[in-house]
């Protein structure tokens, strides 16, 4: 057993994930020495998993370390960029080394398979959190940024919507999902981020956001930063078995339309490139659907199949909204 931080450090993260060559000086020294590519621009985005907040104790560690990676390049595919470097700050109550190696196989395996290195971090004791900082390479005409939203564009979404807050409802209310319960499960604890969706639409998409605090609170960012607003079209949400089983029993459209944690894709398209998208989404593995389109104004309006609006109970996830 490890003895001291330093040990922990060598033992589980100095080589944890790929080996890059843009990576001058990695673990063990005061800072990292990177090398950004000739032509990119660096994007940066930083997260933390709070015990309790953001998972339940005692969750699958293997599931926890690779959801604490994923949430991460989701950000990173959110903005067009290709994964490249990360750092992890660990707070842990005490040293497990079977709870570590869990949980570096987990962020390992999701690491390795983007080719990310591990360049810094920090481990430290107290309650149970994670922060997880990625950095990754956009060309700078091609970053899919909130404020480029237009009246006319399209909206789509990668993958289903909801399977994530039917699961998170179901370990709360005892919702019974019956044979479906494993699925959802894996949605909300292995969200798979859509860095290579994004990749192949960059040039062809101007906008994206990723999904983790529900599609109107999300897509709201995106008109508030463009200063437009949005129709969405409710039959056009796509939905897996289990959410769609959910609907029929409930009528409660808050979980696709506001649950948080899927981690899927919202992109905007300009209208006169929808053949192309569509094509390429042809050789995705990730389905694409269409739902909505950009309008002037603000906000978001979604309407049913006969053209009336539809009423949400609730909005998307807020750490600081009062109850």
């Not at 020495?33 to 985005?45: T, Y």
């Not at 107290?126 to 990625?134: A, F, M």
Request: aromatic content about 6%; proline content about 5%; some cysteine.
């Amino acid at each position: 057993m490890p003895t001291s931080e330093f040990q922990l450090i060598d033992l589980y993260f100095s080589r944890l994930g790929a080996v890059r060559a843009d990576v001058l000086l990695g673990v063990g020294d005061d800072c990292a020495l990177l090398q950004v590519p000739v032509g990119k621009q660096l994007a940066v985005s930083i997260d933390t998993l709070v015990e309790g907040t953001h998972f339940f104790p005692g969750v699958d560690a293997e599931s926890l370390g690779h959801k604490s990676l994923a949430v991460n390049l989701s950000d990173l595919a959110a903005m067009g960029a290709e994964p490249a470097w990360v750092t992890l700050a660990l707070t842990l109550p005490r040293v497990d080394e079977v709870w570590i190696e869990a949980f570096c196989r987990g962020f390992a395996g999701l690491a390795t398979r983007y080719q990310i290195q591990l360049v810094g971090g920090d481990t430290t004791r107290g309650p149970l959190s994670i922060s997880v900082q990625v950095h990754g390479f956009v060309d700078p005409d091609k970053a899919l940024r909130r404020d480029r939203a237009k009246a006319g564009d399209l909206v789509y979404v990668t993958g289903t919507l909801g399977d994530a807050g039917l699961a998170l409802l179901t370990a709360q209310s005892g919702y019974n999902p019956g044979n479906q319960s494993v699925f959802l499960q894996q949605r909300l604890d292995r969200p798979e981020p859509r860095v290579a969706v994004a990749q192949a639409l960059c040039g062809l998409a101007t906008g994206a956001i990723d999904i983790s605090d529900g599609l109107l609170s999300d897509l709201g960012h995106i008109c508030d930063k463009s200063r437009v607003g949005t129709v969405l079209q409710q039959a056009a949400i796509p939905l897996s078995d289990p959410v769609t089983d959910y609907l029929r029993a409930t009528g409660d459209w808050s979980i696709p339309l506001a649950a948080g944690d899927d981690y899927e894709l919202c992109l905007i398209v300009p209208a006169d490139r929808r053949q192309q998208l569509e094509a390429v989404a042809q050789t995705l593995d990730v389905p694409l659907s269409l739902i909505g389109e950009i309008e002037a104004g603000n906000g978001i309006r979604c309407l049913d199949d006969a053209g009336h609006p539809v009423a949400v109970a609730r909005e998307g996830y807020d750490h600081f909204r009062k109850p």
